[in-house]
């Protein structure tokens, strides 16, 4: 598949998702949520994996791999980010956690060796001004009371550690390791240490009957995480670290119109210029500077 179709499946799907995590949250607990969430998803890819023909044998080394991939990117990650959803607006959320692109860069430059290329530095910080220019208002009204700062730190931490996982799953394709079996044991594994943080912490396994719930349910296991992180996954993979992350900063402006028609948001000249900076600041990244030509003397 072209990138430019795993770069907006990645943004679609993932823009879509923050709305869906909000139809999760009140009847059960997030942990719960998380479980049967990672838990279909898992079996989804490992029938995926069996139908396709796709070997999911590994040596006891790739499985500690695929392990850690799925502790960082399928469990850690999203236990603190459903936390701290509890705390926070979704578009708060979202702004934090579009800075895993800055994080992306960071760690990409720090461990891997990874050239900060100035367009891609300038484009993710034009991109995480327009964020902060679209969710104002949310941020001006932020006041750091304790559960405040508490839910900016969940989702914070959760960003950092879905960052780690991205530079994780890196790191697995260039050993070899295919994003279709890794994500699956990844899923497995993710699923299992989600299980035991619910178990540790004594909570109850219900489930909510509601249509809403279910079908939020089954988008996010199958959309937002079968095919967004095996699309993401991917687009790592061939482009970069710090390129592929630009999509957590476009996808914002997905949520921020999936709110103007399911929770009536009202656009003001503050969250159109947002808009304008974020779309600007995607065409940065995703564009390559021009090689300055010398123009040859004629004979």
């Not at 934090?96 to 891609?120: C, E, W």
């Not at 992350?245 to 969250?271: M, N, Q």
């Amino acid at each position: 598949m072209a990138n430019f179709f795993l770069y907006l499946t990645t943004v679609l799907v993932w823009g879509s998702s923050w709305l869906g995590v909000k139809y999760q949250l009140g009847v059960v607990d997030p942990g719960a949520s998380l479980v049967y969430r990672f838990a279909i998803s898992a079996a989804i890819m490992v029938g995926i994996c069996v139908v396709t023909g796709r070997s999911l044998r590994f040596s006891r080394r790739q499985h500690g791999q695929m392990a850690l991939q799925g502790l960082l990117l399928f469990c850690l990650n999203y236990s603190l980010i459903y936390s701290g959803t509890q705390y926070l607006t979704s578009g708060l959320v979202a702004v934090a956690f579009s800075t895993v692109s800055v994080m992306n860069i960071a760690l990409g430059a720090l461990f891997y060796g990874i050239p900060l290329k100035p367009r891609v530095v300038a484009g993710s910080i034009i991109g995480l001004l327009g964020i902060a220019l679209v969710f104002w208002p949310e941020l001006s009204a932020f006041d750091l009371s304790r559960s405040g700062t508490l839910g900016l730190l969940l989702a914070l931490g959760g960003t950092l550690f879905a960052a780690f996982g991205m530079m994780t799953s890196g790191r697995n394709q260039k050993l070899g390791l295919p994003v279709i079996q890794t994500n699956a044991w990844g899923m497995i594994y993710g699923t299992g240490f989600l299980l035991l943080i619910s178990l540790g912490r004594g909570i109850a396994f219900d489930f909510d009957p509601a249509p809403l719930y279910i079908g939020s349910l089954l988008f996010l296991a199958i959309f937002s995480t079968v095919i967004g992180f095996t699309c993401y996954l991917t687009l790592l993979g061939r482009i970069g670290p710090d390129r592929a992350a630009y999509a957590s900063v476009l996808f914002p402006i997905v949520a921020l119109a999936l709110s103007t028609i399911f929770e009536g948001f009202e656009w003001t000249p503050l969250a159109a210029a947002g808009v304008a900076l974020v779309l600007f600041g995607n065409a940065l990244v995703l564009t390559k500077a021009r090689p300055n030509v010398k123009a040859t003397p004629a004979n």
